[in-house]
């Protein structure tokens, strides 16, 4: 009886296997779905049950199978969802999306994390030592002057120091240079004031130490400590640790942008803004290294080797845990740490006596 006939929408129909379509309204009646042809045909019916009906994806056409195998297709998704809504079909939602996900497809994404995950953990690092290993020194070069530009643009501002103060804080550090592998021509040491960045200090691949004022007034006067934080970046400059850091936020964006086809824009903003780089956070045996590092060119230089760590306890002191961008949330004083770094400064003086 057409009376109690409910229409449902209207779309194409192609029979089990094939592609020719018959223009179709789709209706509920006595309890069944029906696929109605225009001369009034039934070309297929079924219960509800018993129909495979697709998720809604975006405005793509919905399907809707029928037990013998016959195909309805219609672009209408509201009176799709409608029927699964007046069905029941409402909180069953995510679950039965999946369940209509074809099995094939989910294998895939399930592959697709997987490998991704194995490119991360083994051939991200591999790609990243080689990449380090054929870079011509130009390109640390241009991303250090590049990234500086943007930092100056950005956040960083002029120094407010006064010209003694910043003299005092460059002869250390020329002291601390000269003794490092790569020679005290290879690093040169500007002055910022933080804004955003706060109290810091950081490296740039080629060389380029920034010491912000924030970080120079926490220190209150003791210069050997500020002398002991370049020295631990000098220490992250020589073992190539920003290098490689640029290079595994490339390749995990590139990562990234294979899985969802695109980056996103927190990614995006890491790698064209130099800011990325200060809030890119050094792994802990990379901080470990850098520490090491600076108890040898702190000693070597006639300072107290363990200023870095003293910096830390000065420093966590005055600073607390207020903000997310500076020194310490890069760079955490745990006492793991300073203790790692009071006993490698044991370690080396126990070899001097010996020898
Ligand atoms: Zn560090």
């Not at 999306?97 to 591999?126: I, M, T, W």
Request: with cysteine; net charge negative.
């Amino acid at each position: 009886m057409a009376s109690d006939e409910k229409p449902i929408c209207h779309g194409d129909w192609h029979p089990r296997g094939s592609s020719r379509s018959v223009e179709t309204r789709l209706v509920e009646r006595d309890g069944q779905v029906r696929a109605i042809a225009e001369d009034g045909a039934e070309l297929a019916a079924a219960v509800f049950s018993r129909l495979d009906i697709t998720a809604r994806v975006g405005s793509i056409p919905r399907r809707i199978e029928f037990p013998d195998g016959s195909l309805f297709e219609t672009t209408d998704n509201d009176a799709v969802d409608h029927l699964l809504l007046a069905n029941g079909r409402k909180r069953a939602g995510f679950v039965h999306g999946l369940e209509r996900f074809h099995p094939r497809l989910l294998v895939f994404v399930v592959a697709v994390f997987l490998l991704s995950g194995l490119v991360y953990r083994f051939a991200l690092p591999v790609l990243v030592e080689v990449a380090v290993a054929v870079t011509p020194p130009v390109v640390p070069k241009l991303m250090s002057v590049s990234t500086l530009e943007t930092l100056d643009r950005t956040m960083l501002d002029e120094t407010k120091l006064d010209e003694a103060k910043r003299r005092v804080i460059s002869d250390g550090f020329a002291r601390i240079a000269a003794k490092s592998a790569r020679g005290a021509s290879a690093y040169t040491l500007n002055f910022r004031t933080g804004g955003a960045i706060g109290p810091n200090a950081f490296a740039l691949p080629d060389g380029t130490l920034i010491i912000t004022d924030e970080l120079i007034e926490l220190a209150d006067g003791d210069t050997e400590m500020l002398i002991g934080v370049l020295a631990h970046e000098i220490g992250h400059v020589e073992l190539e640790h920003s290098l490689r850091q640029i290079y595994r936020a490339a390749g995990m964006a590139g990562l990234i942008m294979l899985i969802a086809g695109d980056v996103g824009d927190s990614v995006e903003d890491l790698l064209v803004q130099g800011g990325g780089l200060v809030a890119l956070s050094y792994s802990r045996e990379a901080e470990a290294a850098a520490d090491r590092h600076s108890v040898e060119l702190m000693q070597d230089a006639g300072y107290d080797p363990t200023a870095i760590a003293r910096f830390f306890e000065v420093i966590e002191k005055k600073l607390g845990d207020t903000s997310d961008t500076n020194i310490l949330s890069t760079h955490p004083g745990t006492p793991e740490r300073k203790k790692a770094i009071r006993e490698y400064e044991a370690e080396l003086h126990r070899k001097k006596t010996e020898n």
